[in-house]
């Protein structure tokens, strides 16, 4: 009986699915809707996931994705040298850019505490940043994990760890999320909105 699928589309299937989120009927629609294109439109794709690896590398100030280092953001005139926000993974830092609302620096943990699976404070870059802050001028440290249980535990971690440093440590508020009714909010988010409510 002749095979179905080739051995090269389902190589890419395959490899498809190995991104979050992606399962085996997605994956073969991509694969499907490359193999549609122009071949010269799918080698483009695959230089550039080649170039990713060999043009990409990380920050050593800040420890984000970077094409140079220091990063654009590290080296930029115009941010406020005395702000540093703390974040899980270089992902943030693009997420918290496109709001256009904060003109600080950043550092990237690389992750969240999580025991279970074996990452604790000596695998995530909370050491680089603690010797950073006392070589740096930094004032406030803003804590921006995720409100997840990890994230929460990390922030815990990162605001003890911070205490006899001088700086002033603060945490990002979590709140209701524009449209939502309030009564379908989850306790835990409606005890976050509750305890970073704000004057005004």
Same mark, same amino acid.
């Given at each position: 009986?002749?095979?179905?699928?080739?051995?090269?589309?389902?190589? #890419? !299937?395959?490899? *498809?699915?190995?991104?979050? =989120?992606?399962?085996?009927?997605?994956?073969?629609?991509?694969?499907?809707?490359?193999?549609?294109?122009?071949?010269?439109?799918?080698?483009?794709?695959?230089?550039?996931?080649?170039? #990713?690896?060999?043009? &990409?590398?990380?920050?050593?100030?800040?420890?984000?994705?970077?094409?140079?280092?220091?990063?654009?953001?590290?080296?930029?005139?115009?941010?406020?040298?005395?702000?540093?926000?703390?974040?899980?993974?270089?992902?943030?830092?693009?997420? &918290?850019?496109?709001? =256009?609302? $904060?003109?600080? #620096? $950043?550092?990237?943990?690389?992750?969240? #505490?999580?025991?279970?699976?074996? &990452?604790?404070?000596?695998?995530?870059? &909370?050491?680089? *940043?603690?010797? @950073?802050?006392?070589?740096?001028?930094?004032?406030? %440290?803003?804590?921006?994990?995720?409100?997840?249980?990890?994230?929460?535990?990390?922030?815990?971690?990162?605001?003890?760890? *911070?205490?006899?440093?001088? %700086?002033?440590?603060?945490? !990002?508020?979590? =709140?209701?999320?524009?449209?939502?009714?309030?009564? $379908?909010?989850?306790?835990?988010?409606?005890? @976050?909105? *509750?305890?970073?409510?704000?004057?005004?």
């Amino acid at each position: 009986m002749a095979e179905a699928i080739p051995p090269a589309l389902e190589r #890419l !299937i395959k490899n *498809l699915m190995r991104f979050p =989120g992606i399962g085996e009927k997605s994956a073969t629609r991509m694969a499907l809707q490359i193999l549609r294109w122009p071949s010269s439109v799918a080698k483009e794709l695959g230089a550039s996931i080649m170039e #990713l690896h060999d043009k &990409i590398g990380i920050c050593s100030r800040c420890f984000t994705f970077s094409q140079e280092d220091p990063c654009s953001i590290c080296q930029a005139a115009g941010r406020d040298q005395d702000v540093i926000c703390v974040v899980e993974e270089p992902g943030d830092v693009v997420a &918290i850019e496109k709001t =256009g609302s $904060y003109r600080g #620096l $950043y550092h990237v943990l690389q992750g969240v #505490l999580s025991p279970r699976e074996g &990452i604790g404070p000596e695998e995530l870059k &909370i050491k680089e *940043l603690i010797n @950073r802050i006392k070589s740096e001028p930094a004032k406030e %440290v803003i804590i921006a994990t995720s409100s997840t249980a990890a994230g929460e535990a990390t922030a815990s971690y990162l605001i003890d760890a *911070l205490k006899d440093t001088g %700086v002033k440590v603060t945490r !990002i508020a979590c =709140g209701i999320p524009m449209g939502t009714d309030l009564k $379908y909010a989850d306790q835990m988010t409606l005890k @976050r909105a *509750l305890e970073s409510r704000r004057s005004l």
